[in-house]
């Protein structure tokens, strides 16, 4: 049908800039978590063409639960060899800088919201998404063109805006209630409805201010949105792959430990299979070679 033009006098309707640059204003409002420090300290490190492990030691161990943080990454089924890893040199060696600064911007985030209450059970579930997404761009190997550290680090910042928008919005957890048990809208679409923004766009945000991968915060801004999944749009396909392998390891999850249900796996499964190469049969074979450690 076509549109009825304009009334004279009538205001004119916004621009997708003008809607977008509101947007980010709103977000700005929330209030984004400045970049931690030591990430930007422990980047400039091991960006030199010799870096120095007993000075990153050095800095990651002013901090307790970093340090504790990451020699329990490295020991983690997921990146350790089978050796006990008891210290932070040993551990930067184990994991690699690049893995190192990936685990720190994902503990640093857990830090950073830890005033927001009732949060383990959501820290819980993020780690054993992003630990389980790894584990399966290791077993599905091949063409993804996805490294495990990247999948992981999307992984725990994939809903990294769901503890900003409880502070402000008391209802919020409500809301997400809602959002989770919806059978045909989109998850955003009940945030949108309700408060005016959803936990994708700020995340989106904080994950650039943070300096996350341009893939990595594309994916945040778009992982419940089914037509970007499907190739509709400029999402590339490592962005779309990272919103797969997070959706299917989250749907593992739930399908082993029957906690923490959504309705996404219903709208976006089949998507993610197709993005990923998979069938449904595959999924039992997968379940059991990257579950076991994360169940």
Known sequence: MEANPQSPGAPEKPTADAVEARMKIAVRDIG??????????IEQEAAKDEPDFIHLARLLSQDVGLSAGI???ANSPFFSFGKKIPTIQEALLVLGLKL??????????????????????????SAATAETSAMLVRQIG???????????????????????LMIPFPEYRDILTRANQEASQPFTAIEDKAIGLNHAQVGAELAEDWLLQRDTCLAIRHHHDRAALDG????????????????????????????????EWSKLGGACL???GLQEDDLPALAEACLPAAA
Request: with cysteine; hydrophobic share 45%.
């Open 32 to 41: 984004i978590p400045p970049r931690p420090t030591i990430l930007s300290q």
């Open 71 to 73: 020699i329990k990454v």
């Open 100 to 125: 190192v600064v990936n685990t720190v911007a994902g503990l640093a985030l857990r830090q950073t919201f830890k005033h927001v209450p009732s949060m383990e059970r959501f820290w819980d579930a």
């Open 142 to 164: 091949g063409d993804l063109g996805l490294r495990p550290e990247d999948a992981h680090t999307f992984a725990l910042f994939r809903d990294c805006g769901i503890p900003m």
């Open 232 to 263: 509709e749009g400029d999402l590339s396909l490592r962005a779309r792959r990272l919103v797969a392998i997070a959706q299917l390891a989250e749907y593992l999850i739930q399908q082993r430990t029957a906690q923490s249900q959504t309705s």
């Open 274 to 276: 197709a993005c990923l």
